[in-house]
Nanobody, 126 residues
Framework: QVQLVESGGASVQPGESLRLSCGASGFTLDHGAVGWFRRAPGVELGKGAGVSCLSNDKPAHYRDSVKGRFTISVDSAKNTVYLQMNNLRPEDTATYYC?????????????????WGQGTQVIVSS
């Protein structure tokens, strides 16, 4: 079964860090692209925003508001995608989802080949 499972979300204070994980099963992350997306509270399902996208052997893409703070990476040995989030801000509050696809067009993941999971919730508040 092709599946991605997100984890690592938590409630933190502004300025703190989190690392989100996205474990893949039923396929490998060695080829194609992976991306992280987020859906802020009140936003309809399917209307989320691309946060970061990474294609094999190419520089990662990030939305402007997270550049310099977030880092996407893939651990092939663990078949897992990570999103390191530093210096978190209240506007980063959202449910974060990952997906695998064919290629990145900036932060847009094209050719998505995985179903959306439950996501992992990040709350940034003082």
């Amino acid at each position: 079964q092709v599946q991605l499972v997100e984890s690592g979300g938590a409630s933190v204070q502004p300025g703190e860090s989190l690392r989100l994980s996205c474990g893949a099963s039923g396929f490998t992350l060695d080829h194609g692209a992976v991306g992280w997306f987020r859906r802020a509270p009140g936003v309809e399902l399917g209307k989320g925003a691309g946060v970061s996208c990474l294609s094999n052997d190419k520089p990662a893409h990030y939305r402007d508001s997270v550049k310099g703070r977030f880092t996407i990476s893939v651990d092939s040995a663990k078949n897992t995608v990570y999103l390191q989030m530093n210096n978190l801000r209240p506007e980063d509050t959202a449910t974060y989802y990952c997906a695998a696809g064919v290629v990145c067009l900036n932060t847009v993941l094209l050719g998505v080949r995985t179903s959306w999971g439950q996501g992992t919730q990040v709350i940034v508040s003082s």
